[in-house]
């Protein structure tokens, strides 16, 4: 449930948690899950013609790392920072549970790796760059192109 009561004419602190799957985030994503509860902390403040809202979600994913294919988990710290308009809030309930999908999602990388400099598995003998090397020729060629490598400059 990510619905606040609000202050109309102040300032409104918030702070919850709810789980992933009442935001159906693991559904959205593939072969990323969110562990545990997400925390949602923020405040809601009525600016005159609107009312912005400013808080912070902080969540743990678990996934496969894209390059090296072992299991990774990371912590996210996901601010937020957004306007609503005045004419959505009724009976002074603000419902947030769209704002903090849209966020999250919107937060999560393309790649999921499990550090930043992931060297991946070797595309020929596919050893773990990342814990040791390998004496492979990793300079693969496209077939489509391998008549050019013949190809001579005059």
Avoid: W, Y
């Amino acid at each position: 449930m990510c619905k606040v009561q609000i202050d109309r004419d102040g300032s409104t602190p918030f702070h919850f948690k709810i789980s992933a799957d009442e935001l159906s985030l693991n559904d959205e994503i593939a072969d990323v899950n969110f562990d545990d509860d997400i925390l949602i902390d923020g405040e809601i403040i009525n600016s005159g013609k609107s009312f912005d809202i400013r808080g912070t979600i902080n969540c743990k994913k678990s996934f496969i790392c894209d390059r090296c294919l072992k299991p990774s988990t990371e912590n996210q710290e996901i601010k937020f920072d957004e306007e609503i308009d005045p004419t959505v809030i009724f009976d002074n309930i603000v419902d947030l549970e769209n704002l903090i999908r849209d966020n999250l999602l919107a937060a999560q990388s393309i790649k999921n790796l499990c550090k930043e400099d992931c060297k991946g598995l070797c595309p020929k003998c596919g050893v773990d760059l990342n814990e040791t090397t390998c004496d492979c020729d990793c300079c693969v060629i496209d077939p489509r192109l391998e008549a050019l490598k013949n190809f001579k400059f005059e």
